[in-house]
């Protein structure tokens, strides 16, 4: 009797879109009714952290392989470049349907519930109040505004952290654009908590950045701005042969890892499409690695 031959692709599957499979999971989750509310809020946060993960290190080692010159394929039948097409149509639609998710159902059920983020044409003379003492008192003194010229070349963004990029113009002098980055401190809340009665209300962070950068870059006009988030290859490369001390290598390796090759760029899906194309050609990144 002939052995039955395991070399058909038709009996494997991807692990990578496996994972993305199993992922899917998770925010199915928050988009299920039966679960409490906040519950599907965690789901989704966890979904996203997730997917954080699956860049710094999966989506990672495949750019590198490919980069490298691998064009053998998996027992999948897969070769990288279609298994990177493959990744990049999966995780745009799922990002979609996590905004989807937060956008049309769990922000107006919060909000249903008293839990509400606005936006600052919706905050009212207290709440602006508010903020505009918040931005003096916490986020002045912890902002760098850079500007992007011949003599300022672009600040080093770390792993994942908050930033926002700007649409500069000079004013009185040119019609030259210019790009100015602010990079938020981790130290800040995503979230700012804002007085009001009868509802628990939250501001999201860039959109105080965004509020107050104004005031920091004097002698221009801001003719748009974007949050933006970057994320980096964070996969462990030791060389143990040359190492004298691996437990020193592992440490300068986790160092390293924030400040690794760019894989990802976050940004907002309304960023004015050329800050968007000054962040992806900064980077370094092709158009499938930015996500809105």
């Not at 499979?21 to 952290?49: M, W």
């Not at 790009?179 to 860039?206: E, K, M, N, Y």
């Amino acid at each position: 009797m002939a052995r039955t031959s395991v070399d058909n692709p038709a009996y494997y599957i991807n692990r990578e879109l496996s994972w993305l499979q199993f992922n899917r999971r998770v925010l199915e989750e928050a988009q299920d009714e039966n679960n409490p509310l906040l519950e599907r809020l965690k789901f989704l946060a966890i979904s996203a952290s997730n997917l954080d993960e699956f860049f710094e290190v999966r989506v990672a080692g495949l750019v590198q392989q490919i980069e490298d010159g691998y064009t053998e394929a998996g027992p999948d039948g897969l070769t990288l470049t279609e298994e990177r097409e493959a990744i990049s149509e999966e995780v745009h639609q799922f990002v979609a349907e996590q905004y989807q998710s937060w956008n049309d159902q769990l922000r107006p059920q919060l909000s249903e519930k008293g839990i509400r983020v606005l936006a600052l044409h919706e905050l009212d003379n207290t709440a602006r109040a508010f903020i505009e003492d918040y931005c003096e008192r916490e986020l002045d003194l912890l902002l760098t505004p850079v500007t992007v010229d011949p003599s300022h070349p672009f600040p080093r963004v770390i792993n994942k952290a908050l930033c926002v990029a700007f649409l500069l113009r000079r004013r009185r002098r040119s019609s030259l654009t210019y790009t100015g980055v602010v990079t938020v401190p981790r130290a800040l809340p995503r979230l700012v908590r804002l007085p009001s009665q009868g509802t628990i209300d939250f501001i999201f962070l860039h959109d105080l950045v965004s509020f107050h950068a104004a005031r920091m870059y004097n002698g221009y006009d801001i003719v748009s701005s974007a949050a933006f988030r970057v994320t980096r290859n964070s996969n462990l490369y030791l060389a143990e042969e040359e190492s004298r001390n691996l437990l020193e290598s592992v440490r300068t390796e986790l160092h390293n890892r924030r400040k690794g090759d760019a894989v990802r760029l976050e940004i907002d899906a309304d960023a004015d499409p050329e800050i968007t194309e000054r962040l992806r050609s900064n980077f370094g990144l092709e158009p499938w690695q930015v996500f809105t």
